[in-house]
């Protein structure tokens, strides 16, 4: 009988770097909110939550491979694309919206439907 193939998994790292692209993962939602406004479609922000996610992910693939770019990891670098995203999306969802928290920011610091722009109030 053969042994069963190892699957690969997201491993978290529980150091400063780890930590800190958890924390930015969680945040993202609210950046791609504060360059929209409320009327932007939830498709159109799901896309731009996917280009942050992905340079996001591709940046810190490129740090953890030591700028290796020969022997980079696709399939790793894939699943964990995949699972920022989903958790970005699950947060925004799942967290800021019901909160109202998004709400909050998007009129505190965001891009109003005169113009672009970051102000306060």
Same mark, same amino acid.
């Given at each position: 009988m053969q042994p069963t193939p190892e @699957? %690969?998994?997201y491993a978290f790292q529980p150091n400063v770097g780890g930590l @800190?692209?958890?924390l930015l993962t969680l945040i993202l939602p609210l950046l791609v909110g504060v360059v929209t406004t409320r009327v932007t479609s939830p498709t159109l922000k799901t896309i731009l939550l996917l280009?942050? #996610?992905?340079?996001? #992910? #591709?940046a810190e693939a490129? =740090?953890?491979n030591n700028n290796d770019y020969i022997h980079f990891a696709w399939i790793p670098f894939l699943m964990n694309l995949v699972l920022n995203l989903i958790l970005a999306i699950g947060?925004?969802?799942? =967290?800021?919206? %019901?909160?109202k928290i998004a709400d909050r920011v998007q009129?505190?610091?965001g891009v109003t439907e005169q113009g672009y722009g970051i102000?306060?109030?």
């Open positions: @699957l %690969p998994v @800190l692209s958890m280009i942050a #996610t992905a340079i996001k #992910t #591709t490129i =740090v953890a947060m925004y969802f799942g =967290v800021w919206k %019901p909160t009129d505190r610091v102000y306060t109030r």
